[in-house]
T-cell receptor
Framework: AQSVTQLGSHVSVSEGALVLLRCNYS??????LFWYVQYPNQGLQLLLK??????LVKGINGFEAEFKKSETSFHLTKPSAHMSDAAEYFC????????????FGQGTELSVKP | DVKVTQSSRYLVKRTGEKVFLECVQD?????MFWYRQDPGLGLRLIYF???????EKGDIPEGYSVSREKKERFSLILESASTNQTSMYLC?????????????FGSGTRLTVV
């Protein structure tokens, strides 16, 4: 069975600092991996996804993530945090033979200090 | 712009009421999902559907049922609302087939049961 672990339920960074949100997954078959962002009182919005091919994936708003099979990780990074990045971030995993069902991590709330 | 529309952003219902949460998508997606979101618990899958009139239980189906009479509409039903069903409910849809492009989410319905 697939699972996702996000390390740290709360992360705080200063504006302009590096953002690193950690995600580790468990899957017995090659996974599809996703990062979603949720702003207050809104639904989730897709930031980026890894399905196949290049392991470094670029998404919206300057975010990127790298799929590392040996580490079973898919950490999300952004070189320079902006105040507007404050939100909750969810990592998710699915596999090709489960009809598109996603398994989500518990989420990481990102705070950005001025 | 493609979208998933949830009929209500905020709902307040009384204990014991039968509650209907409606979700409509305009992307001709085969798959539709209902999640609930609670602080510290992330997103938990309640029910999902791969086709019209088909439904599958997710991780926490107790106290809920669903209906999918048309491809574009997926309704979540709380048979007899209880205070522990106070939560944010998120509907999502995705295309079928083997490649998973991820979900499109609605904006969510925040349900309070009093």
């Amino acid at each position: 069975a697939q699972s996702v672990t996000q390390l740290g339920s709360h992360v705080s960074v200063s504006e302009g600092a590096l953002v690193l949100l950690r995600c580790n997954y468990s899957s017995s078959v090659p996974p599809y991996l996703f990062w979603y962002v949720q702003y207050p009182n809104q639904g989730l919005q897709l930031l980026l996804k890894y399905t196949t091919g290049a392991t470094l994936v670029k998404g919206i708003n300057g975010f990127e993530a790298e799929f590392k099979k040996s580490e079973t990780s898919f950490h999300l990074t952004k070189p320079s945090a902006h105040m507007s990045d404050a939100a909750e971030y969810f990592c998710a995993v699915s596999v090709w033979n489960q009809g598109g069902k996603l398994i989500f991590g518990q989420g990481t709330e990102l705070s950005v200090k001025p | 712009d493609v979208k998933v529309t949830q009929s209500s952003r905020y709902l307040v219902k009384r204990t014991g009421e039968k509650v209907f949460l409606e979700c409509v998508q305009d992307m001709d997606h085969e798959n539709m999902f209902w999640y609930r979101q609670d602080p510290g618990l992330g997103l938990r899958l309640i029910y999902f559907s791969y086709d019209v009139k088909m439904k599958e239980k997710g991780d926490i189906p107790e106290g809920y049922s669903v209906s999918r009479e048309k491809k574009e509409r997926f309704s979540l039903i709380l048979e007899s609302a209880s205070t522990n069903q106070t939560s944010m409910y998120l509907c999502a849809s995705s295309s079928g087939g083997l490649t998973n492009y991820g979900y499109t989410f609605g904006s969510g319905t925040r349900l309070t049961v009093v």
